[in-house]
């Protein structure tokens, strides 16, 4: 295996676990309604956040011996993470639309939780992206 | 009907007609890591053509021994 994809795995590991421990703090705190009252639930996710943020880069930072096909398929990620961004947006966008258009107005801390939900998709997408072009092989034209 | 080109390559046998050269060996020699020497005795990698000569230079033989143009279709 090589180290980049090496690497790629671990993070992909990682970032699950990221996601599923936000999605814990989330529950065990109650959820949305209590984000906006707890300032220490807010410290906590904002902890987790940026923590596995730092955590990812650690990880991904120096990714071992790299040659051209390596590099191709770094290359190549951004478009698995161009379409995990716009897929994420599209259900925000539904979900949000449907669940307040009664409302006429969205709660404010959702376009906060919707830009880091997005920095989350986006970092895993990366992970995702370079494996994905290992497992389908990648070619110079 | 438009025909598909396919590069296909030697690689593995080459290296066993050079003193059963390892993977390992190739790739430090052609400047890739055996990763990509793996993945291009899969099929799975079609090289730059500054790889290609790498590799070829590697074993003293010249492109077209190493590589071969194909067209199906």
Same mark, same amino acid.
């Given at each position: 295996m090589?180290?980049?994809?090496?690497?790629?795995?671990?993070?992909?590991g *990682?970032?699950?676990?990221?996601?599923?421990?936000? %999605?814990v703090v989330f529950i065990l705190k109650g959820g949305i309604g209590t984000f906006n009252e707890d300032t220490g639930f807010r410290l906590i996710y904002s902890?987790?956040?940026i923590g596995g943020l730092l955590a990812y880069f650690l990880i991904m930072r120096k990714p071992g011996q %790299?040659?051209?096909?390596?590099?191709?398929? *770094?290359?190549?990620?951004?478009? %698995?993470?161009?379409w995990a961004v716009i897929i994420s947006v599209v259900i925000w966008m539904i979900a949000l639309t449907?669940?307040?258009?009664?409302?006429?107005?969205?709660? %404010?801390?959702f376009p906060?939780?919707? !830009?880091? !939900?997005?920095?989350?998709v986006n970092t895993l997408a990366h992970s995702v992206g370079i494996l994905i072009g290992y497992q389908r092989g990648v070619s110079h034209g | 009907m438009a025909s598909v080109a396919?590069? /296909?390559? =030697?690689? /593995? =046998?080459? /290296?066993? &007609?050079? &003193?059963?050269?390892?993977?390992?060996?190739?790739?430090? =020699?052609a400047g890739c890591t055996r990763q990509t020497i793996i993945a291009l005795e899969q099929g799975k990698y079609v090289p730059s053509i500054e790889l290609a000569f790498g590799i070829a230079k590697a074993f003293g033989v010249t492109l077209e021994e190493v590589f071969q143009y194909e067209e199906t279709g």
């Amino acid at each position: 295996m090589a180290p980049l994809q090496k690497r790629a795995w671990y993070g992909l590991g *990682m970032g699950v676990i990221w996601v599923i421990a936000i %999605v814990v703090v989330f529950i065990l705190k109650g959820g949305i309604g209590t984000f906006n009252e707890d300032t220490g639930f807010r410290l906590i996710y904002s902890g987790l956040f940026i923590g596995g943020l730092l955590a990812y880069f650690l990880i991904m930072r120096k990714p071992g011996q %790299v040659d051209e096909r390596d590099r191709l398929i *770094m290359g190549r990620s951004p478009v %698995v993470q161009l379409w995990a961004v716009i897929i994420s947006v599209v259900i925000w966008m539904i979900a949000l639309t449907e669940s307040y258009w009664d409302e006429g107005h969205i709660p %404010v801390v959702f376009p906060y939780l919707i !830009s880091n !939900s997005l920095f989350i998709v986006n970092t895993l997408a990366h992970s995702v992206g370079i494996l994905i072009g290992y497992q389908r092989g990648v070619s110079h034209g | 009907m438009a025909s598909v080109a396919r590069i /296909r390559n =030697r690689i /593995r =046998r080459l /290296r066993f &007609d050079h &003193d059963e050269m390892t993977q390992e060996e190739l790739a430090k =020699r052609a400047g890739c890591t055996r990763q990509t020497i793996i993945a291009l005795e899969q099929g799975k990698y079609v090289p730059s053509i500054e790889l290609a000569f790498g590799i070829a230079k590697a074993f003293g033989v010249t492109l077209e021994e190493v590589f071969q143009y194909e067209e199906t279709g």
